[in-house]
T-cell receptor
Framework: EAQVTQNPRYLITVTGKKLTVTCSQN?????MSWYRQDPGLGLRQIYY???????DKGDVPEGYKVSRKEKRNFPLILESPSPNQTSLYFC??????????????FGAGTRLSVL | AQSVAQPEDQVNVAEGNPLTVKCTYS??????LFWYVQYPNRGLQFLLKYITGDNLVKGSYGFEAEFNKSQTSFHLKKPSALVSDSALYFC??????????????FGSGTRLLVRP
C-alpha cells in the first residue's frame, strides 16, 4: 500500500531534550516536506526537500533540522525543543513531474507536546 | 506572494442538502489550486485540483470545485451532503516563486459539520 509513515504518532517531552520524528514514504517520490498545523493557522511549511541531499527552509524553520540521505526518508530533528514547538506535525511527499506532480500525500501526523 | 483565504471557520449543513466551502485566492500568474480533506486523527487527503481547462473540476467522494477567475474563487461543492463528509477542509495554492514551485500554501481550514 502506498503510504507516508510517521513515527511516533504521539510524543510528550521536556524542554531541551533532543528528539527526532521519522518520516518514510514508499512511493519513490522526489519531493518531501514537513508541516506544522496549529489552530487557526492552517499548515505551515517547516522544511522541504526536492530530492536526496537537497533540502531548503520553509516558512517556519527556526528550531528544526532535517536531512535527506535516502530518497524514502526525511526525518525532522528538534535539537532543543521548546514549548512553542508543541504542535501537530505532518510529513508529505509528492512526485516532481508527471500528471501527479504537486499532489501531496500526507502521513497520519505526530502530535508533539513539549513541557 | 501567493495566498488563499477560507473566510468561514465552520460550515453547518443538513444531510442531503447541498454544501459549499468557500476559498478565495491571490496569485501572480495562472493559479494551481487544490482541495484537501482531513478526517479526525488522520493526515490530509487530496480531493481535487485545478490547473487549466474546465472551470468545474470533479474530485473524490462526489466533491467538485468551481474555478472563477473574475472572482478569484475556488469554492468546493457537493450536491448532497453526507454525515461522513464532516471533516476539516483545506484549500491550497501552489507557490510558483523561485525554486519553490512544489510548495503548497494552505488556507486556515474550514470545519464542515453535516447534521443527520
Amino acid at each position: 500500500e502506498a503510504q507516508v509513515t510517521q513515527n511516533p504518532r504521539y510524543l510528550i517531552t521536556v524542554t531541551g531534550k533532543k528528539l527526532t520524528v521519522t518520516c518514510s514514504q514508499n512511493m519513490n517520490h522526489e519531493y518531501m516536506s514537513w508541516y506544522r498545523q496549529d489552530p487557526g493557522l492552517g499548515l505551515r511549511q517547516i522544511y522541504y526537500s526536492m530530492n536526496v541531499e537537497v533540502t531548503d527552509k520553509g516558512d517556519v524553520p527556526e528550531g528544526y533540522k532535517v536531512s535527506r540521505k535516502e530518497k524514502r526518508n526525511f526525518p525532522l530533528i528538534l535539537e532543543s525543543p521548546s514549548p512553542n514547538q508543541t504542535s501537530l506535525y505532518f510529513c508529505a511527499s509528492s512526485l516532481n513531474k508527471g500528471i501527479k506532480k504537486n499532489i501531496q500525500y500526507f502521513g497520519a501526523g505526530t502530535r508533539l507536546s513539549v513541557l | 506572494a501567493q495566498s488563499v483565504a477560507q473566510p468561514e471557520d465552520q460550515v453547518n449543513v443538513a444531510e442531503g442538502n447541498p454544501l459549499t466551502v468557500k476559498c478565495t485566492y491571490s496569485v501572480s500568474g495562472n493559479p494551481y489550486l487544490f482541495w484537501y480533506v482531513q478526517y479526525p486523527n488522520r493526515g490530509l487527503q487530496f480531493l481535487l485540483k485545478y490547473i487549466t481547462g474546465d472551470n468545474l473540476v470533479k474530485g473524490s467522494y462526489g466533491f467538485e470545485a468551481e474555478f472563477n477567475k473574475s472572482q478569484t474563487s475556488f469554492h468546493l461543492k457537493k450536491p448532497s451532503a453526507l454525515v461522513s463528509d464532516s471533516a476539516l477542509y483545506f484549500c491550497a495554492v501552489r507557490d510558483i516563486d523561485g525554486d519553490s514551485s512544489y510548495k503548497l500554501i494552505f488556507g486556515s481550514g474550514t470545519r464542515l459539520l453535516v447534521r443527520p
